[in-house]
T-cell receptor
Framework: NAGVTQTPKFRILKIGQSMTLQCTQD?????MYWYRQDPGMGLKLIYY???????DKGEVPNGYNVSRSTTEDFPLRLELAAPSQTSVYFC????????????FGPGTRLTVL | ELKVEQNPLFLSMQEGKNYTIYCNYS?????LYWYRQDPGKSLESLFV?????AVKQEGRLMASLDTKARLSTLHITAAVHDLSATYFC????????FGAGTRLTVKP
């Protein structure tokens, strides 16, 4: 199993550009999550999904959109990128069962200039 | 709103010493996680604590949970350099909230 994979690893955007961060998991997990981590800080939840076709906002959803058309994929869309969105983005997945332990992808480092 | 506070935020230790990292949270929860993050890397799950009084140990690390005090501790025994990393606690209420992290440096 590859676990949770994310692409790209690095990206530089200009202000106002858009992009999609890709996340795929091969563990047949129902739950998937997107977090951002600002320098020296903990993770903040952007959006999460409890299954295909179901998404919900987390702590910091503004400026982002998500979709979940399959169990495996959970892309994060940035529209009109702003410097405040410079961060490292982590995707995670979990069974959603008793322990709900989350497994994290390697992250995408995004810089908006 | 759930708030999670870790302390200390920075910890410099000598090899062989013991120390404890604290994680306090503000609302009722019986599910707490500890993660490790190496510089530039992703998060690695260390412990999952699911009930009051839960204690888990792995090598030189031991985690415990007191849901009544809304407190978890991560105890480091006889620290070694390889334990240098940032440690996060995360608490689940409606969603998962992370502490700011404790950056641990173990010096020879």
């Amino acid at each position: 199993n590859a676990g949770v994979t994310q692409t790209p690893k690095f990206r530089i955007l200009k202000i106002g550009q858009s992009m999609t961060l890709q996340c795929t998991q091969d563990m047949n997990h129902n739950y998937m999550y997107w977090y951002r981590q600002d320098p020296g800080m903990g993770l903040k939840l952007i959006y999460y999904s409890v299954g295909a076709g179901i998404t919900d906002k987390g702590e910091v959803p503004n400026g982002y959109n998500v979709s979940r058309s399959t169990t495996e994929d959970f892309p994060l869309r940035l529209e009109l990128a702003a410097p405040s969105q410079t961060s490292v983005y982590f995707c995670a997945s979990s069974h959603g069962l008793a322990t709900n332990e989350q497994f994290f992808g390697p992250g995408t480092r995004l810089t908006v200039l | 709103e759930l708030k999670v506070e870790q302390n200390p935020l920075f910890l410099s230790m000598q090899e062989g010493k013991n120390y404890t990292i604290y994680c306090n949270y503000s609302t009722t929860s019986d599910r707490l996680y500890w993660y490790r993050q190496d510089p530039g890397k992703s998060l690695e799950s260390l412990f999952v604590l699911l009930s009051n009084g839960a204690v888990k140990q792995e090598g030189r690390l031991m985690a415990s949970l007191d849901t009544k005090a809304r407190l978890s501790t991560l105890h480091i025994t006889a620290a070694v350099h390889d334990l240098s990393a940032t440690y996060f606690c995360a608490v689940v209420a409606n969603d998962m909230r992370f502490g700011a992290g404790t950056r641990l440096t173990v010096k020879p």
